[in-house]
T-cell receptor, first 115, second 109 residues
Framework: GAGVSQSPSNKVTEKGKDVELRCDPISGHTALYWYRQSLGQGLEFLIYFQGNSAPDKSGLPSDRFSAERTGGSVSTLTIQRTQQEDSAVYLC?????????????FGPGTRLLVL | KQEVTQIPAALSVPEGENLVLNCSFTDSAIYNLQWFRQDPGKGLTSLLLIQSSQREQTSGRLNASLDKSSGRSTLYIAASQPGDSATYLCAIYGQNFVFGPGTRLSVLP
């Protein structure tokens, strides 16, 4: 009975490097969401995948951020040329169909520190 | 643009007390509102989901209400326990997902 899993759990990188964060949603869930939580800040929506539809990228903070979802399952969030302000916990969630009113199930997050 | 606030920012109560956490939002055009808890170093756990057409939801010792017209939701926790200590977040799903900053709750034994 696996929930949403994310890897790595922690990532330390140097400014300017690229990083990839991975999310494995609950099996059978067609909707996948990425959020980030910066220190002392609330959760910030980044991107939403639903089935084979084009993702809703409205929350991505800059063009250094991108995300893919391969085969409708695993998703990778990529941050290029990382900056110190990218340091945050990146949370992934999934839901069954991405319909309004569905409960989202969250992973434990990836804690990113950019030095 | 939807803005979500939560009051209080932090709360410390003795075990056994009943308590209320507040969430306010500026745009009443929402689909649903969800309450989460977040434990340190962990992801979010969904507690209660209220559809825009509903006024409240209950789960065990938790009760959440929604008043769209006034832009408010409350989370009521009955007979609080030390295990309830966590940060509680409300999240609004309207044009997109917007989360409040959270209320950090400490229940003292």
């Amino acid at each position: 009975g696996a929930g949403v899993s994310q890897s790595p759990s922690n990532k330390v990188t140097e400014k300017g490097k690229d990083v990839e964060l991975r999310c494995d949603p609950i099996s059978g869930h067609t909707a996948l969401y990425w959020y980030r939580q910066s220190l002392g800040q609330g959760l910030e929506f980044l991107i939403y995948f639903q089935g084979n539809s084009a993702p809703d990228k409205s929350g991505l903070p800059s063009d250094r951020f991108s995300a893919e979802r391969t085969g409708g399952s695993v998703s990778t969030l990529t941050i290029q040329r990382t900056q110190q302000e990218d340091s945050a916990v990146y949370l992934c969630a999934s839901s069954l169909e991405g319909l309004f009113g569905e409960t989202q199930y969250f992973g434990p997050g990836t804690r990113l520190l950019v030095l | 643009k939807q803005e979500v606030t939560q009051i209080p920012a932090a709360l410390s109560v003795p075990e056994g007390e009943n308590l209320v956490l507040n969430c306010s939002f500026t745009d009443s055009a929402i689909y649903n509102l969800q309450w989460f808890r977040q434990d340190p170093g962990k992801g979010l756990t969904s507690l209660l989901l209220i559809q825009s057409s509903q006024r409240e939801q209950t789960s065990g010792r938790l009760n959440a209400s929604l008043d769209k017209s006034s832009g408010r939701s409350t989370l009521y926790i009955a007979a609080s326990q030390p295990g309830d200590s966590a940060t509680y977040l409300c999240a609004i799903y309207g044009q997109n997902f917007v989360f409040g900053p959270g209320t950090r709750l400490s229940v003292l034994p």
